[in-house]
């Protein structure tokens, strides 16, 4: 069974650009999470879905960050424009709906500003 | 907000060794889950504790749910190089999961 896949698994570029993460979840979850993981401060979620609705935008950093799901197959992460302190290891995961379910996470996109 | 604390943060043991890991807070989860995640992939869930007091048995794997449901532990026996990875711990409380700092676990041949 395929898992939830991200892509691109690794984006180098320079900063003030746009970048743009992508992530399918697994068929049939109805959750969706954006995480972002750095040595420093860990595994953080950033926002969350639920049938494609954003439930919990509180630790999205700042505004030029955006994620959208526009339907239950696909959904982005943007980040425009982008700073080196945005470099860090983003991840999605999908869970069958809410409230302890466990969670199922892609491989994670490696992101590097320069 | 909820934060939960893992110790300790790294830790290199012999092929055969035990060992035991914390995840601890002061506030209070519905459940406990704890994840392992290998260099270049994302975590996977080992377990989900739920009743305060509860133990799981994962093959040599042990984890526990504090009776408060504020703390838990994972007790590896006779650890092998091939449970080497970052373990992580994570509350739920509600539909958000907070996840501790991990555990960078090595296990030397």
């Known amino acids: 069974d395929a898992g939830v896949i991200q892509s691109p698994r690794h984006e180098v570029t320079e900063m003030g650009q746009e970048v743009t993460l992508r992530c399918k979840p697994i068929?049939?979850?109805?959750?969706l999470f954006w995480y972002r993981q750095t040595m420093m401060r860990g595994l953080e979620l950033l926002i969350y879905f639920n049938n494609n609705v954003p439930i919990d935008d509180s630790g999205m950093p700042e505004d030029r960050f955006s994620a959208k799901m526009p339907n239950a197959s696909f959904s982005t992460l943007k980040i425009q424009p982008s700073e080196p302190r945005d470099s860090a290891v983003y991840f999605c995961?999908?869970?069958?709906?809410?409230?302890?379910?466990?969670?199922?996470f892609g491989d994670g996109t490696r992101l590097s500003i320069l | 907000t909820q934060l939960l604390e893992q110790s300790p943060q790294f830790l290199s043991i012999q092929e055969g060794e035990n060992l035991t890991v914390y995840c601890n807070s002061s506030s209070v989860f519905s459940s406990l889950q704890w994840y392992r995640q290998e260099p270049g992939e994302g975590p996977v869930l080992l377990v989900t504790v739920v009743t305060g007091g509860e133990v799981k048995k994962l093959k040599r794997l042990t984890f526990q749910f504090g009776d408060a449901r504020k703390d838990s532990s994972l007790h590896i026996t006779a650890a092998q190089p091939g449970d080497t990875g970052l373990y992580l711990c994570?509350?739920?409380?509600?539909?958000?999961?907070?996840f501790g700092e991990g555990t960078q676990l090595t296990v030397n041949p």
């Open positions: 068929s049939g979850h109805n959750s």
């Open positions: 995961a999908s869970s069958l709906g809410l409230n302890n379910q466990p969670q199922h």
């Open positions: 994570a509350g739920t409380s509600g539909s958000r999961l907070t």
